[in-house]
C-alpha cells in the first residue's frame, strides 16, 4: 500500500518515492488522448494508486478527469508535501520546472525529457545547468531522457511506456527489482518478464543518469525488505563502490551490461552521454563483488527465474536427474562450461538407484531414471531423495522431455517436495512446445521451481544460483607488509619522467625485490659494474619513452667484462643512459601491473615475458585488493600452474610473489589517479628463491577517464 499521507518516513532511502510516493505531480500534464503528458495520469488511475495525482498545467484545465493545478506550490498548498515529480516539458523549460521544484520542496523528480547529453555539446551544457540547479535546490535528478519507475505492489506506474497502454498488461507482482539505464529496451524486458511470469515489485529506469544513477537506485532497493533480487540493464559502470555497496548487502544482483564491443562501446557512449570503463574491467569488477553478468535480455531474465529459488546451494557440485540420455549430455557438458562439477555419488547412493532404475537406465550422474520410473510416483520420490541427501550434491538439475497430463503435476510434486525436505535446491529442465503443458511453467514457479526449456540455460541459472550463495565479499583493508628499509615512506611517488633504474629504486625501498645494478656511465665504467654484479650481466638502454628495449637492440644478455665495453658502445648508440643489473637465473615470468579506469586503478597480474602481448592472459581486480584476491588472480591464469612446476620444473616461489604483489598495491596506493605501472618480466624463481622484477616502467597521469587508455602496456 501506498503510505498514508503525511505518515513518517524516517530510515527510507528518499529514492523510494519512486516506487511508493504518497504523492505524484504531472508537470507538464495534457488532456490530449495519447500524449505522453496524459499517459501517466492515465496509469496511475488504472493500476489503482492510492496516492494523491496531481497534474500540473499553467490554465489548470482537467485531466483525465482529475483538477489539474497550475503550480507545484499549488499542490503543496492544497495537498501537502508532493514526493515525486515527472517533468514531461519541452528542454528549453526544464531548468524552471527545476528550480520551481526546489522551491515547492519536491525531493525528487525524474526529467522525462529528451534533448540533453544525448544529443551533443549544447545538450549537455544545458543538462549541467539543470544538475546544478536541482543540486542547489535539494533535489535529485532522475533521468532526463527517462520513461519513469513503478512500483508493482502499490500500483505507482509514474510512467509513459507504452507497455502500460494495452489492455492485456498486467503488473505481474513479485520480489525482484529490475533497473535500466535504457527506458525502451528495459520496459521491452519487463514485458517479457511479466510474459513469462516472473513477478517484479520494483521497476526504474534511469535515462542519462546526470545525477541519479542506476547504482544509487540498486542501492536503495537493497533497503526495502521484500527485496530478494536485483536485475539491470547498464550502459556505463563508474562507481566501483557503490557496486561494492549493493553486493555487501546481500542482494543477489545480475547485471547485462552493453558496450562489450568497440562498437558497442561507441554506441554506449553515445547514447548516454556517458564513458565508459573497459569491458575487461568491467569483467573484473562484477565477479570481484559476485555480482553475476550476463550476455542478453533472455539470460538477465533466466537468472532471475533462479532468484526466485527457495533453496540456496552451499557448493557447486550438481546431480543431473533426467529422463533422457541426451538431455543428460547437454547439461553435463554446459556444468563444465560454466565452472561446476558433475557431482560424484557416493557408493550408498549408486546402490539404492541400483535398486530403483531399470538396466536401461543409468545411475553414474548424469542419472537416467527413465520414464517409467518418472512415471511412478513412489520410485521417483526415492530416487530424488537418496540424490538429494547425498552429501557431494549441491544442486539437482532435472531434465525433462515432452511433459503432458498428469506427468506434470506429479513431477511438480515430487520437484517441490524433495527440494523443501532437504534444502537441496531443484531446477528443472521441460524441453517441449508450451501447447503440450501450457500450465507446466506455472505450476513450477508457484511451486518454487525455476524451470526452464533447455539443459543449458538451467545450468547457466544454477551457476548464477552457486555465485549469489558465496560468501559477500567486504572491501579489502589496505595490505601493510613489514620489511622495507628503515625510512621507506609508503607515499612516496615517482617524478613525471622516473625512469626504470628510478622506479627500481623506489621499488627496492619497499620491499619489491629487483636485480642489483648500476648506470654505468663510460665503457671502462660498465667493466667495473659487471665485476660488481658477479662478472655476468644484463645491459640495458634506458631511454625516455623506448618501450620495447628488446626490439630496439636496447637489451643485452650474458655480458663478461671483456666484452663489457662493446655491449655499453652499441646500448649507449640508442640515446640514452646504459644500465648494467646482474643476470639473474632463469625462472617464471610474471607480470604485474597497475593502470587506471573510471572504476580506480586496476591491478593486473599474469604471465609475462616477451608474449604478453600475445597471450593476454591476465587476471584483473579494482584496487584495493587483499591476499586472497592475489592469490585468486595468480590461478585464474596459466601463471598458477607455470608456478607449481612444469615439465619436471621446480615449484616456483609464488609466496614471493604474492607478497611482490601486495608491495606494489602498498606502494601506489595515494599516487595521483591516472598513473600507469607496469613491471614485466617479474621473475619467479625457485621456490625459496624470492623474485626480481626484471624491468619497470611508469607513464605519469593523463586523464583518468579515458576509456581509449590501454589496459596494461607492456614493456619488454
Not at 218 to 230: S, V
Not at 488 to 510: F, I, N
Not at 534 to 563: N, Q, W, Y
Not at 640 to 662: C, I
Request: charged share 20%; glycine share 12%; with cysteine.
Amino acid at each position: 500500500m501506498t503510505p498514508e499521507h503525511g505518515a513518517p518516513t524516517t530510515g527510507r532511502d528518499p529514492l523510494a518515492a519512486l516506487w511508493s510516493a504518497r504523492s505524484v505531480a504531472v508537470v507538464g500534464a495534457s488532456d490530449k488522448p495519447g500524449s505522453l503528458g496524459r499517459l501517466p495520469v492515465e496509469f496511475l488511475q488504472r493500476y489503482g494508486y492510492a496516492g494523491h495525482i496531481l497534474p500540473v498545467r499553467p490554465d489548470g484545465a482537467p485531466v483525465a478527469g482529475l483538477p489539474s493545478h497550475a503550480s507545484l506550490r499549488e499542490c503543496v498548498e492544497q495537498h501537502g508535501p508532493v514526493d515525486l515529480a515527472m517533468v514531461m516539458v519541452a528542454a528549453p523549460r526544464v531548468l524552471a520546472t527545476v528550480q520551481d521544484c526546489a522551491a515547492a520542496g519536491v525531493p525528487v523528480a525524474v526529467i522525462c525529457t529528451s534533448g540533453f547529453a544525448e544529443t551533443g555539446e549544447a545538450g549537455a551544457a544545458l543538462q549541467d545547468e539543470v544538475v546544478q540547479a536541482a543540486r542547489e535546490g535539494g533535489v535529485r535528478l532522475v533521468g532526463p531522457n527517462c520513461i519513469g519507475s513503478v512500483g508493482v505492489a502499490t500500483g505507482q506506474v509514474s510512467s509513459f511506456s507504452p507497455l502500460f497502454s494495452g489492455e492485456r498488461t498486467e503488473l505481474v507482482p513479485g520480489d525482484i527489482g529490475f533497473v535500466s539505464q535504457s527506458g525502451a529496451l528495459g520496459y521491452g524486458a519487463v514485458s517479457l518478464a511479466f510474459e513469462r511470469g516472473l513477478g517484479l515489485g520494483w521497476v526504474v529506469n534511469t535515462g542519462n543518469e546526470a545525477d541519479v544513477s542506476a547504482v544509487e537506485v540498486m542501492r536503495a532497493l537493497t533497503l526495502e525488505p521484500g527485496c530478494r533480487g536485483l536485475l539491470a540493464y547498464l550502459e556505463t559502470v563508474a562507481d566501483f563502490e557503490g557496486l561494492r555497496a549493493v553486493a555487501a548487502a546481500g542482494t543477489p544482483v545480475a547485471v547485462l551490461k552493453a558496450g562489450r564491443s568497440d562498437a558497442g562501446a561507441r554506441a554506449a557512449a553515445s547514447h548516454t552521454g556517458a564513458l565508459a570503463a573497459g569491458d575487461r574491467v568491467v569483467d573484473a569488477a562484477l565477479r570481484q563483488l559476485g555480482i553475476v553478468r550476463v550476455d542478453d535480455v533472455d539470460e538477465l531474465l533466466d537468472v532471475g527465474d533462479a532468484m526466485t529459488a527457495r533453496q540456496r546451494p552451499t557448493g557447486r557440485r550438481v546431480a543431473v536427474v533426467t529422463t533422457s540420455g541426451g538431455s543428460g549430455i547437454l547439461a553435463a557438458d554446459a556444468l563444465e562450461a560454466h565452472g561446476l562439477e558433475v557431482a560424484v555419488l557416493s557408493p550408498e547412493t549408486l546402490r539404492v538407484l541400483d535398486e530403483i532404475v531399470p538396466a536401461f537406465g543409468s545411475t553414474a550422474n548424469p542419472v537416467d531414471v527413465t520414464a517409467s520410473v518418472m512415471s511412478n510416483a513412489s520410485l521417483f520420490d526415492r530416487a530424488l531423495d537418496v540424490i538429494a541427501d547425498d552429501p557431494g550434491v549441491d544442486v539437482i538439475v532435472a531434465c525433462f522431455c515432452v511433459l503432458t497430463g498428469k506427468d506434470v503435476d506429479d513431477v511438480v510434486a515430487s520437484l517441490a517436495r524433495v527440494a523443501e525436505r532437504s534444502g537441496t535446491p531443484v531446477i528443472a529442465v521441460r524441453t517441449g512446445a508450451d501447447h503440450l503443458a501450457p500450465d507446466a511453467g506455472a505450476q513450477m514457479r508457484a511451486a518454487g521451481i525455476p524451470c526452464y526449456p533447455t539443459p543449458a540455460r538451467a545450468v547457466r541459472a544454477a551457476a548464477a544460483l552457486v555465485q549469489f550463495s558465496a560468501e559477500r565479499p567486504s572491501a579489502p583493508a589496505p595490505v601493510r607488509l613489514s620489511g622495507g628499509p628503515a625510512g621507506y615512506a609508503a607515499e612516496a611517488v615517482p617524478s613525471t619522467g622516473a625512469s626504470e633504474q628510478e622506479m627500481k629504486e623506489l621499488l627496492a625501498a619497499a620491499g619489491v625485490p629487483v636485480p642489483g645494478g648500476r648506470v654505468a656511465t663510460s665503457a671502462q665504467d660498465a667493466r667495473k659494474a659487471v665485476a660488481e654484479v658477479g662478472g655476468r650481466a644484463v645491459f640495458k638502454a634506458v631511454v625516455p619513452g623506448l618501450l620495447h628495449k628488446s626490439d630496439a637492440g636496447g637489451v643485452i644478455v650474458g655480458v663478461t667484462a671483456e666484452d663489457a665495453g662493446a655491449a655499453w658502445d652499441k646500448v649507449a648508440a640508442l640515446g640514452g643512459e646504459v644500465l648494467v643489473e646482474e643476470l639473474v637465473p632463469g625462472g617464471v615470468e610474471a607480470l604485474v601491473g597497475v593502470s587506471p579506469s573510471p572504476l580506480g586503478p586496476v591491478l593486473a597480474v599474469g604471465v609475462g615475458g616477451v608474449l604478453t602481448e600475445v597471450l593476454h592472459d591476465v587476471a584483473l581486480r579494482v584496487l584495493p585488493v587483499d591476499r586472497d584476491d592475489v592469490e585468486a588472480m595468480v590461478d585464474e591464469t596459466r601463471l598458477g600452474a607455470l608456478l607449481s612446476g612444469v615439465r619436471g620444473a621446480a615449484p616456483a616461489d609464488r609466496e614471493a610473489l604474492v607478497a611482490a604483489v601486495l608491495r606494489v598495491c602498498d606502494l601506489v596506493e595515494g599516487w595521483p589517479a591516472g598513473f600507469e605501472l607496469d613491471l614485466n618480466p617479474v621473475t619467479v624463481l625457485e621456490s625459496g628463491r624470492g623474485v626480481r622484477v626484471l624491468d619497470a616502467a611508469y607513464v605519469a597521469p593523463t586523464d583518468p577517464s579515458d576509456p581509449s587508455a590501454p589496459i596494461l602496456r607492456q614493456e619488454a
